[in-house]
C-alpha cells in the first residue's frame, strides 16, 4: 500500500468512526436506546439493529456522495442543491427538524446522566439532573475546547469500557441469552412491528446528513462515501449486536421494563459488578456530559450568531471570549434540556425520538427516494 492510498483509507476510515461516535452517546451507552427499541424482540433483537445501520447506511453514503460530487460541504448549502426548486420549502423544514434535535440530543444527555447518578447513588433524579445541568453549563462556557481535544480519546476509552463490561457479562450469561433467543416474542410482537421499530430507529437517525456531510470534503473522489458508510455499517452493527446480546441475558427478568439505564440493571445481575458498576456508571455519564456539551456550545454558537448579525466590529471584538450573551443563551439551553429531561430518559428515547423519525419521514425520507429514482442514484445528467 503506497503512501497515498493509506492516506485515503485513513480518511475513509475516520469518517466512518465520525459515524459510530455521532451515534452513541449516553443514550447507547446506558442501554435505554437499544432497549427501548428491540429489547422485547428475543431473537429479533439480534437481526433488527443490523437492518437499521444498512437503512443509514444507504443514506447516509447517498448523502456524502451527492455532497462530494457537488462540492457542497456545510448542510444549508447542501440541501439547497439536493432539494434543487424545491429548498425554500425543505431546506427550511429541514432546519427546523435539525434545530428540534439540538435540544432534543442534550435533553436526553441530561436524563441519561441524571438517570445513572440517580441510580448508582440513590438521590432524587430532579437534583441528579441539576448536578449533570449545572456541570454541563460550566464547561459548555469554559471547556468546549478542552472536550473537542478529548473526544477521539474519550470515545475509544468508552467503547474500551462497553467491550470490558459487556464481553465477560455475555459470557457468563450465555445460557440466559440463549433462554431469550429460545423464548417466544411478548404477546403482540410480530416480524412487521419489529421492522417498524428498526425503521423508526434507523428514520431518526437521518438528521445526522447534517453532521457528516462536511467530511465528504476530504474524500478523493465520491464513491469513497460507500468504502465509508460500508465500514461504518460494520462498526455500527457490531457494537449494536454486543449491547443486545448483553441485554438478553437480563430480558427476562421481570424488573427490567421498570429500569432507566439497562446497562447497569445487567450488570448489577451480572459477574463483576462491584467494581463494573462504577467503572461503566462514570462511562455512561462522561458519555452523556460530552454529548450535551457539544450539543449545547453548537447550539450557542448558532444563536448568538444570529443574535449579533450585523454587530461584526463587536463579534470581532468578543471572539474567543466569554460574555453575558453567551452566558445567557448557554443558561437557557440548559434549563431547556432540563425541563425536557424530567420526561425521563425512556419516554425521551422512545417517544421523542419516535417523534423525530415521523418528522423526518416527508423532508428527508421521502424525497430522498424520490431523488434516487428520478436521477438513476445521481448519475442522471441535469
Known sequence: MNKKTGNRMTVVMGVAFVWFTTHFGGGFASGAQLYSYFGRFGVL?????????????????????????HGVYDYRSYNN???????PVFSNLFEIIYLVTMCLAPAVAFATGGA?????????????????GVFIFIIAIYGT???????????????????????????????????????????????????????????????????????????????????SMGIG??????????????????????????????TLFMVKNGVGASFMTPIISVLIILGA?????????????????????????????????????????ALICCLVDFGIAQ???????????????YLEIPVILIPYLIHMVFTRFDTKKR
Open 116 to 132: 445513572t447518578l440517580s441510580e448508582v447513588t440513590g438521590i432524587p433524579y430532579m437534583i441528579c439532573t441539576i448536578i449533570i
Open 45 to 69: 433483537a439480534l437481526l433488527m439493529p443490523v437492518l437499521a445501520m444498512l437503512y443509514n447506511a444507504v443514506f447516509f453514503s447517498y448523502a456524502l456522495h451527492f455532497a462530494k460530487k
Open 343 to 357: 420526561f425521563g430518559l425512556l419516554t425521551l428515547v422512545k417517544k421523542a425520538y419516535s417523534m423525530l423519525a
Open 233 to 262: 455499517f460494520v462498526i455500527n452493527s457490531l457494537m449494536m449486536v454486543m449491547v443486545s446480546l448483553g441485554l438478553l441475558s437480563v430480558s427476562q427478568n421481570p424488573e427490567i421494563g421498570q429500569q432507566s439505564v439497562p
Open 289 to 329: 456530559v460530552t454529548t450535551a456539551v457539544n450539543m449545547v456550545a453548537a447550539m450557542v454558537k448558532r444563536v448568538t450568531a444570529a443574535i449579533e448579525r450585523g454587530r461584526e466590529k463587536e463579534k470581532k471584538e468578543c471572539s474567543g471570549k466569554l460574555n453575558r450573551t453567551t452566558i445567557l443563551v
Open 81 to 87: 442543491a439536493f432539494y434543487g426548486k424545491y429548498a
Open 145 to 227: 475546547g478542552l472536550v473537542r481535544k478529548v473526544s477521539s480519546v474519550l470515545s475509544v476509552v468508552i467503547i474500551a469500557g462497553l467491550l470490558l463490561v459487556y464481553l465477560p457479562n455475555i459470557a457468563v450469561g450465555s445460557g440466559k441469552i440463549a433462554e431469550a433467543l429460545k423464548a417466544s416474542p411478548m404477546d403482540g410482537i410480530t416480524l412487521r412491528s419489529a421492522l417498524y421499530s428498526a425503521f423508526l430507529y434507523g428514520s431518526f437517525q437521518l438528521i445526522n446528513i447534517a453532521v457528516f456531510i462536511q467530511h465528504a470534503e476530504s474524500f478523493e473522489e465520491p464513491k469513497d462515501a460507500k468504502k
